[in-house]
């Protein structure tokens, strides 16, 4: 049974950072499309980064463009979030979700195409 495990979250001053991760333990050798989304109490979960089997990258979502990373590990389907100079605004549970779609995965056509979701890893951010 497929399974995704997050890491990484805790809690951080303004202007600092945090590096999620999340390790994929699928049924299968080949690589997945994954995302990362967050969510905040009471609101809808919004995505924030994907990256596609060939490790190509999306155009992340605007509000974390130039503060947050995704990479992959070294292990197949390891993905990372690095998250720099973070904001109180920023503080979510953060999702990683996996795709067992093979074809081009953007941001936002993402949802209906994450069938595999973790659990989740919160990061605060406050002074």
């Known amino acids: 049974q ?16 945090l590096r999620l991760s999340c390790h994929f333990s699928s049924y299968t050798d080949r690589k997945f499309n994954m995302a990362w989304f967050r969510q905040a109490p009471g ?23 130039g503060r947050f990373t995704v990479s992959r590990g070294n292990t197949k389907n390891t993905l990372h979030l690095q998250m720099n100079n973070l ?21 936002r056509a993402a949802v209906p195409l994450l069938t595999i979701w973790g659990q989740g890893t919160r990061a605060a951010v406050s002074s």
């Open 43 to 65: 609101k809808e979960r919004e995505g924030v980064a994907s990256i596609e089997m060939n490790d190509y990258v999306h155009p992340y979502a605007n509000v974390v463009k």
């Open 87 to 107: 904001k109180p605004e920023y503080t979510r549970l953060y999702y990683c979700a996996a795709s067992e779609y093979e074809g081009t995965m953007s941001l």
């Open 2 to 17: 497929a399974q995704l495990v997050e890491s990484g979250g805790g809690s951080v001053l303004p202007g600092g950072s």
